[in-house]
């Protein structure tokens, strides 16, 4: 059975550093991409980058490019999403999910992290 | 970035009702377009892809039409768990744009 199982919820303050992660299991992850998807409170989805695990190839969103870093460690079959400073407006639920291909529409999502960013 | 606009932005219809959502896409996406439901606290799940290919489990009420810009997601029959919020994704080019959605109410 696929299955992305996400990092839980966190609640960090303004400037604070975090990384949250996304495990994939019942599948080849190395021949799968994955991505990224922010969804504010209370708003729509927006793709935020993808990185294919094989080889580490990482494609961001221009409206995220240089606000967060994708990662992968394909020994434990687990990708990553991190922010250097957080920012208020970074409060948002957060989403992993496979695709096949760089466009394709993702077929298995994970259960979403919660991060709340907050003085 | 290929802008989508999805209309209406929501919709109130009753268990029976046959419900149509649409989608446009700034240019030309080909039949790369998938459609989402999401419930409230749940992760968005995939139900069409390829504008009109239905996802393997879901139900066959489920219906998608349309390529190039315009595109259509009909539920036939609405019951009571499709009561949700409706994306449409192009596929066409990353990044893979959504849709603002569409919410289906009950009436």
């Known amino acids: 059975e696929v299955q992305l199982v996400q990092s839980g919820a966190e609640v960090k303050k303004p400037g604070e550093s975090l990384k949250i992660s996304c495990k994939g299991s019942g599948y080849s992850f190395t021949s799968y991409w994955i991505g990224w998807v922010r969804q504010m409170p209370g708003k729509g989805l927006e793709w935020m980058g993808i990185?294919?695990?094989?080889?580490?190839?990482?494609r961001y969103s221009p409206s995220f490019q240089g606000q967060v870093t994708i990662s992968a460690d394909k020994s434990i079959s687990t990708a990553y999403l991190q922010w250097s400073s957080l920012k208020a407006s970074d409060t948002a639920m957060y989403y992993c999910?496979?695709?096949?291909?760089?466009?394709?529409?993702?077929?298995?999502w994970g259960q979403g992290t919660l991060v709340t960013v907050s003085s | 970035d290929i802008q989508m606009t999805q209309s209406p932005s929501s919709v109130s219809a009753s268990v029976g009702d046959r419900v149509t959502i649409t989608c446009r896409a700034s240019?030309?996406?080909?039949?790369?377009l998938a459609w989402y439901q999401q419930k409230p606290g749940k992760a968005p799940k995939l139900l069409i892809y390829?504008?009109?290919s239905l996802q393997s489990g879901v139900p066959s009420r489920f219906s998608g039409s349309g390529s190039g810009t315009d595109f259509t997601l009909t539920i036939s029959s609405l019951q009571p768990e499709d009561f949700a919020t409706y994306y449409c994704?192009?596929?066409?080019?990353?990044?893979?744009?959504f849709g603002g959605g569409t919410k289906v109410e009950i009436k």
């Open positions: 990185i294919y695990p094989g080889d580490s190839d990482t």
């Open positions: 240019q030309g996406i080909s039949s790369w």
């Open positions: 999910a496979r695709l096949r291909y760089s466009s394709n529409p993702p077929d298995y």
């Open positions: 390829a504008a009109s």
């Open positions: 994704q192009q596929a066409n080019s990353f990044p893979g744009t």
